[in-house]
């Protein structure tokens, strides 16, 4: 079974989406309840796969000033009970919940991985991030059968970012995350000698140009009658937003 830690923050206004939060699109409250909608349809995902689910958050003291006045993770069990709310009493799985520990992104990511595997003695873990709804549980399944015959397995996100990281040995990830995050980590997984294999492509949302992309395949495929992230599809309804053309390229707007 693959521990899939999700890269949790709590959906505080000021905090998540800070390229999308206060701008011309999205006020900061908008901005944190888009966030929260994504991270339900991430922990929903990976709650009702074959992984063992696991928020990995911030502590209070590595917040940024202002937001570390009250406690993450009472916010967080919030957010995903509200998520597993319907699934209770389903294939589940229970979700734990454990502080990050690192003082920048990619440090917390080698430690929780490194942690899993060698200390825990997970077959398999990975990290992925709450700013990609469209990660479903086939992603997160189809991972865990990939890493039973590569040790690297990575899900890339446009821009060459990646919404999913899992693995069977530790790599080295020191710089491992830098752009391009999904050319980088094969590198240092290559390196050790380790085979990588691939998920499809899935956006995230904190940046503008993913968004358009996240916008236009949720409402492309609740047109079609296919099966969206149900929280994320709110909120953006919700928002009104849409994609239009400007400038030559594909842009948010609300409608």
Known sequence: MTVVAVLADPPREGLVLPALSGSPLLSEEEAAGLYEAALKDVV????GSGGDPLVNYRSADSLPDGHGNADP????????????????????????????????????????VTHLLREEGADSAAVC????????????????????????????ATGGRVYYAGFTEPIDF??????PAVETLVARGVDEGYDADFL???PRIDTTEALASTVSIVRARRRAGRRVP?????????????????????????E
Request: no cysteine; hydrophobic share 45%.
């Open 44 to 47: 929903r995902a990976v709650a």
């Open 73 to 112: 993770e009472q916010r967080l069990r919030s957010v995903v009970e509200d998520a597993l709310d319907d699934l209770r009493g389903a294939d589940a799985g229970e979700v734990r919940y454990e502080v990050q520990v690192g003082s920048t992104l990619v440090a917390r990511v080698g430690n929780t």
């Open 129 to 156: 991030w709450p700013t990609a709804p469209l990660m479903a549980r086939t992603e997160v399944d189809s991972a865990a059968m990939k890493l039973r015959g590569s040790p690297v397995v990575l899900g890339p």
């Open 174 to 179: 020191e710089g491992a995350l830098a752009p």
């Open 200 to 202: 499809p492509t899935v």
């Open 230 to 254: 149900e929280f994320t599809a709110a909120a953006i309804e919700a928002l009104d937003l849409v994609v239009r053309e400007g400038d030559g390229a594909a842009i948010v707007a609300r």
